[in-house]
């Protein structure tokens, strides 16, 4: 019969079986998959074992802080953090179109994965080969990516089909049977705190993908503002298990009149778009009260600069996705 403790044992067998002697490097981006993953093949290989967290600059506030502190205190894994935010701006400079910034995000992360991967190699010279990457894909990504059961390819999931096609890992895969309520229970069950077990889902381009437009440093830093704000007041509000997860999104290249104080302002829109989901196949919005709407709206237009309106998302998945891009 199926229990979290069987797949446990199955995965970690598994993931020995595969990777053998050799060493594995696992990209963390802060989110619930990759944590899971990388708990998962700590426990299979141990020491064998590198991850490798990329501070992209498309994180969201207080991110890198808590898999510096938290993931590492929970774990005890090696921890290796490259400060890549400069590289990812300059590759995603000029570029608007959703699939082309999808792309090159998966594209930068994995050549920071090989510089990594060189850098582990040399520090442990004469070592064994580090020739696995690990990745959190779970199955809704390879449905969703194409390489399911014949669905519709609908978006490159950057740890997807968003990969190059020189990539030189072999790649450890652990959740790709699994759905996010399966990997909860799998992270409960190896010990991993509820802050990053009930973790709401976040993708890992980031808000590179919550840009509306060309991703640039300010239009970052506002994002990261309104949305610090937004999960400020929907924790505040005891929302958080309610909501599978609320984009916060920039139109970056949409501006519309408003008016502050005593002057006319003309400035961007940020969506809100709390949705309501299983397993993220399908998604309702969120009907969510009125008064956290007020708060959050209120506060984001007073305390970040150069927005003058926010607006909800009330479209269901289908047909909208969840996220804009
Ligand atoms: P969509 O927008 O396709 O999103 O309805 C479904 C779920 O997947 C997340 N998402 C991603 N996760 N890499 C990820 O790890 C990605 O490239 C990616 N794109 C979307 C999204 O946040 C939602 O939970």
């Known amino acids: 019969t199926w229990t979290t ?7 970690v067998a598994a993931i020995k079986a595969q990777v053998g002697d050799k060493r594995a490097i696992c990209g963390l ?17 141990g020491s064998q074992l590198t991850c490798v967290y990329v501070d992209h600059g498309l994180m969201r506030k207080g991110e890198t802080e808590q898999v510096e502190k938290d993931f590492v205190a929970a774990t005890g894994v090696q921890l290796k953090v490259v400060d890549a935010q400069e590289r990812f701006l300059a590759a995603l400079a ?17 050549r920071v994965f090989e510089q990594a991967q060189a850098e582990i190699i040399a520090e442990a010279e004469g070592g064994p080969e580090v020739a696995f990457l690990v990745q959190g894909t779970l199955y ?49 069950e190896l010990g991993l705190p509820d802050e990053i077990v009930h973790r709401q889902p976040f993708p890992g381009p980031g808000l590179g993908i919550r840009i509306v437009g060309e991703v640039t440093r300010d239009r970052l830093d506002l994002l990261r503002e309104a949305d610090a704000i937004a999960r400020e007041e929907l ?8 909501i599978w997860q609320c984009p916060v999104v920039l139109l970056a290249d949409v501006r519309s009149v408003g008016v502050q104080g005593d002057g006319r302002t003309y400035g961007h829109p940020i969506v809100l778009r709390p949705v309501s989901s299983e397993d993220a196949m399908t998604a309702d919005w969120t009907r969510m009260p009125y008064e956290v709407l007020a708060r959050i709206s209120t506060r984001i237009t007073n305390e970040v600069k ?20």
């Open 5 to 11: 403790g069987n797949i446990v044992e199955e995965q």
């Open 29 to 45: 981006s802060g989110g619930v998959d990759s944590a899971v993953a990388a708990a998962l093949v700590q426990k299979a290989i």
């Open 94 to 110: 000029g570029v608007s179109d959703p699939e082309t910034k999808r792309k090159i995000i998966g594209r930068e992360f994995i």
């Open 140 to 188: 809704p990504d390879v449905v969703e990516s194409g390489g399911g059961t014949g669905t519709a390819n609908i978006k490159s999931h950057h740890n997807v089909g968003g990969l190059p096609d020189d990539i030189e890992f072999q790649l450890v895969e652990p959740l790709r049977q699994l759905f996010k309520d399966e990997v909860r229970m799998v992270g409960q």
């Open 235 to 242: 924790t505040a509000a005891g929302l958080d298990r309610e």
């Open 306 to 325: 150069d927005v003058n309106r926010v607006v909800l998302d009330c479209t269901s998945k289908p047909p909208g996705t969840i996220e804009w891009e």
